[in-house]
């Protein structure tokens, strides 16, 4: 028998979904200044959701945020987009296999993804001629990454159900 104990989760809910998106993206809107720890709210929950409910949240919500996040940052028009859209991308693509591994193993399958969204923004720019901001910039990935566990509980908490105990049922 499982030494932890397995809960069944309920369906996830649209209303609560969209309200967790929108309070990231509220947290993304707060001027974090020169904290280099702030990790991207957005690209944290959006992942989450992609992972959990991959037909509910996925390639055109985060295509969609991205350009809101653009918008705010006044940066290039599409970058965080195409950024949002590849990580969205990937954690659908990830979603069945991540199921199987434990927090650690999440957070590991997890940080070259929130790298990659992190690089494809560089790249643009580097592109356009900015100059690279330093090894630094990569700082919200790791801070992102340690975020997960308590991102990954606090969003499943509408969806826990309390152990019904039901005597005449076997199972």
Avoid: K
């Avoid at 690279?132 to 910039?137: A, D, I, N, Q, V």
């Avoid at 997960?148 to 159900?161: D, S």
């Amino acid at each position: 028998m499982n030494s932890r104990r397995e809960t069944v989760l309920a369906p996830a809910n649209r209303a609560f979904a969209a309200f967790s998106l929108s309070c990231a993206f509220l947290l993304n809107l707060f001027p974090w200044g020169p904290l280099p720890l702030a990790p991207d709210f957005v690209a944290l929950v959006l992942v989450f959701w992609s992972l959990r409910e991959p037909r509910m949240i996925g390639i055109g919500v985060a295509f969609s945020l991205g350009l809101l996040m653009d918008i705010h940052s006044a940066a290039l028009l599409g970058e965080r987009a195409l950024a949002y859209t590849l990580l969205s991308y990937g954690a659908i693509s990830l979603h069945r296999r991540l199921a199987w591994f434990g927090v650690v193993g999440r957070m590991l399958h997890l940080l070259p993804l929130f790298v990659l969204a992190q690089i494809t923004t560089l790249l643009i720019r580097l592109v356009l001629g900015a100059e690279f901001p330093g090894w630094l910039y990569f700082v919200p990935s790791l801070a992102a990454t340690l975020l997960w566990p308590p991102t990954e509980w606090l969003l499943l908490a509408p969806q826990r159900q309390p152990v019904e105990r039901d005597e005449t049922r076997p199972l």
